[in-house]
Nanobody, 115 residues
Framework: QVHLVESGGGLVQAGGSLRLSCAAS????????MGWYRQAPGKQRDLVAV???????NYADSVKGRFTISRDNAKNTVYLQMNTLKPEDTAVYYC?????????WGQGTQVTVSS
């Protein structure tokens, strides 16, 4: 079983920054993908950024240049540094760990950006 614990969400003004963290525990294979998805009210859950254990990354176009994903493989932790936040970034952010075709989700953390 895998357990994900997210932290770092909150309320910030437009133009501000936040850093999200997600720590994974349990039966985790060394080869995996960790990342962040977000879901705004009334919308589907969309990819924000993901990173493989080998360091390859993929970002949503809407966050490129503003968000940076990183991870500490020794700690099974993934981070999302969010800069120049916009009101449209407001959403619940979910951490996801993928091991081949099996996906595990965190409970989500709220990010609210005020204008």
């Amino acid at each position: 079983q895998v357990h994900l614990v997210e932290s770092g969400g909150g309320l910030v003004q437009a133009g501000g920054s936040l850093r999200l963290s997600c720590a994974a525990s349990g039966s985790i294979f060394s080869i995996n993908t960790m990342g962040w998805y977000r879901q705004a009210p009334g919308k589907q859950r969309d990819l924000v950024a993901v990173m493989t254990s080998g360091g390859a990354t993929n970002y949503a176009d809407s966050v490129k240049g503003r968000f940076t994903i990183s991870r500490d493989n020794a700690k099974n932790t993934v981070y999302l540094q969010m800069n120049t936040l916009k009101p449209e970034d407001t959403a619940v952010y979910y951490c996801r760990l993928s091991i081949t075709t099996t996906h595990y989700w965190g409970q989500g953390t709220q990010v609210t950006v005020s204008s």
